[in-house]
C-alpha cells in the first residue's frame, strides 16, 4: 500500500514559529491599530483566546480525522499534533501576558473578579503547562506511556470543558458565543467516535491475527 504524504515545508518547528508568529503579528497589530490601549489590550485577550481555540481544536480533533477521514491532510495533522499543541500553548501565553497588562492597565480588573471566577482558567493554566512539559522526551519518558496517555487525554478534555464553559457563561452577551460553543461539543462528540473507531480496528486486527 502506497501512502501519500501531505506536500508541505512547514512541518515540526518550523510550523510552530510560523503559528506563534502568526499569533505575535495578529496580537500586535490589534494593540497598534486600537484607538485605545485598554480596550485594544481586551480585544487581544479575546482575539488570543479565538485563535487558541482554532488551533486547540486541530490538535484535539487529529486523532480523530485520521481515522474516521483517512487523508494525507489527516495523516499530516495527526504527525504535526504536538506542534500544534505547543503553538496553541504559545497562543494562550500570549493570553495570559495579554492579561497580566490588563490588570495594570485596568485596576478594577482582578478586584472585580472572584477565586471562584478564576479557578477554570487557573485549571487550564496547570494543565497546559503539564502537558507543555510532558511533551518532552525525557519527561515523557519518566511518565512511562499509559500515565502519558492518561495525562494527556485528561487534559485535552479539562481545556475542551473550559472552552465550553468560557463561551457559555458569555452567551448571555452575544448570540455569536452559540458558534465556539456548539463547536466544541461537535468536537467531543467526533473525538468520541475517533476514539470508538479505533476500539474497533484493534478488535478486528486482534481477531484476525494469527494465534
Ligand atoms: C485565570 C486564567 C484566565 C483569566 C483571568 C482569563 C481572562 C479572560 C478575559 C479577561 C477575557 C476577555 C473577556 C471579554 O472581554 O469578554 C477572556 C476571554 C476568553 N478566555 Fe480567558 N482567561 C483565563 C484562562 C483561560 C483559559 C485556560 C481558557 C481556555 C482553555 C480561556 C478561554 C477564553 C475564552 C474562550 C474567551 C472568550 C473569547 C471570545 O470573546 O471569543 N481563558 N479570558
Redesign the pocket.
Known sequence: MTTHTFPSPWHGWRLFSLLAAAVLLMTALILLLGPDTVDAT?SA??AT??S??VL?LLAFLASAWAVLLPSPLGQALLRERRFIGLAFAFS?LV??LL?YR?GQLNPQ?WPG?SALG?L???V??LF?LLLVLTSFKRPAALLGRRTWKRLHTTGMWV?AA??AY??FK?LP?SAW?LL?FTLTCTAMAINLLGKLAQASKRRQRQALSPR
Open positions: 481586551r485577550i479575546r483566546a479565538r487558541s481555540f486547540f494562550h493570553h495570559a492579561i490588563y480588573f473578579r478564576n477554570p482558567g487557573s487550564g493554566y497546559i481545556l473550559i472552552f468560557s463561551n458569555r452577551l458565543y465556539p
